[in-house]
């Protein structure tokens, strides 16, 4: 699992710009699946053919990111946020180009009080000493993500750039690679532009209109101090969502999660997200209505570089996702 979500994490793809990954995530997928396409807007979706329901999951391949806006001339890139994106994350981070070139974040040395830090006030160092040198490297309207190497700590705890949803993305590869013993009809969907606005899961799920469908993404955690009051902990089990700011989950999906997890002696937890959304709350109100529902994996420090998961969680999600899938009728 840790060597997976390290390929994944440190794969390019900034919303918008998911070609890379994509590759990646078909690349893990090939020959384990029943068919493989890629629609108009970019989804990578993987069939498992079946003669019974029609399910369908999702995980966003996407991760936050910025965009050039402007060069000056001594050669320094402002720069606006792709998804949201903290300035006090950001500060000091380093970030890398499609096309390979790092750069380092900094701000304005005119600001006096860092409460008024904003993205506006930060620009992008390359390491040009012209525009005409960095416009060699760097074009207007050129993504660039976070750097931040996947590494595993002593207790299972997993740090890196893009676990959201890279970490949803390799819980849906390994499920794939695990899942035996169901008739129902599985459609994996690898989803674009979830960090825009849930875009990818809402055309996906018009075209596929499953009977049920289940997203796999971070949430956030109350176990860090002076954090938001919250149930979920990172390494406590996978969570089942209630609810997020986008979607009140259907009772019949849930009390399947919650199902499956006890038969499988499977530690989980409940999850109200007060504030953020996810893939589901867009498929939840398409083609008609699909009753939908999400796994949600325990995430410290989300939208930074240094973004936390537990390995178990991951792992137990695995096991959750495909039990879920084998009982549904």
Not at 34 to 52: C, P, S
Not at 80 to 101: C, D, E, H, M
Not at 115 to 129: F, Q, R
Request: glycine content about 10%; hydrophobic content about 40%; overall charge negative.
């Amino acid at each position: 699992m840790f060597d997976l979500i390290k390929k994944l994490s440190g794969s390019f793809g900034v919303s918008g710009n998911e070609e890379e990954i994509r590759e990646v995530i078909r690349s893990e997928i090939q020959g384990k699946v029943d068919k493989i396409e890629v629609d108009a807007l970019g989804n990578l979706i993987g069939v498992k053919k079946g003669k019974g329901k029609k399910i369908m999951v999702a995980a966003h391949m996407d991760e936050i990111g910025v965009m050039a806006t402007y060069i000056d001339e001594k050669g320094f890139i402002r720069f606006s946020n792709i998804g949201w994106v903290s300035p006090y994350y950001a500060l000091a981070q380093k970030v890398r180009f499609k096309n390979g070139t790092v750069g380092s974040v900094f701000y304005e040395e005119k600001l006096e009080d860092m409460k008024d830090l904003k993205l506006s006030k930060m620009y992008i160092d390359i390491g040009a000493k012209s525009r005409e040198e960095a416009e060699k490297r760097v074009r207007i309207g050129d993504v660039a993500c976070f750097v931040g190497e996947a590494v595993m700590q002593d207790g299972g705890n997993i740090v890196s750039k893009a676990l959201d949803d890279r970490s949803g993305c390799a819980v849906l590869v390994k499920a794939i690679e695990s899942l035996a013993g169901t008739e129902n009809e599985v459609y994996f969907v690898f989803t674009v532009q979830e960090e825009l606005g849930l875009r990818g899961a809402r055309t996906s799920a018009y075209r596929i209109n499953p009977d049920i469908a289940i997203a796999l993404d971070v949430t956030s955690t109350g176990d860090t101090p002076e954090s938001m009051p919250m149930e979920v902990k990172c390494g406590k089990g996978p969570a089942i969502k209630i609810k997020d700011s986008s979607i009140i989950c259907h009772p019949e999906v849930r009390r399947l999660m919650e199902d499956c997890a006890k038969k499988l002696c499977i530690p989980y937890q409940l999850e109200v997200l007060e504030r953020g959304g996810s893939d589901p709350g867009a498929i939840h109100i398409t083609a008609g209505g699909i009753p939908s529902g999400a796994i949600s994996i325990p995430c410290r420090y989300v939208h930074s570089p240094v973004e936390t998961v537990n390995i178990n969680d991951l792992e137990d999600a695995v096991k959750l996702l495909n039990e879920c899938i084998r009982d549904f009728h």
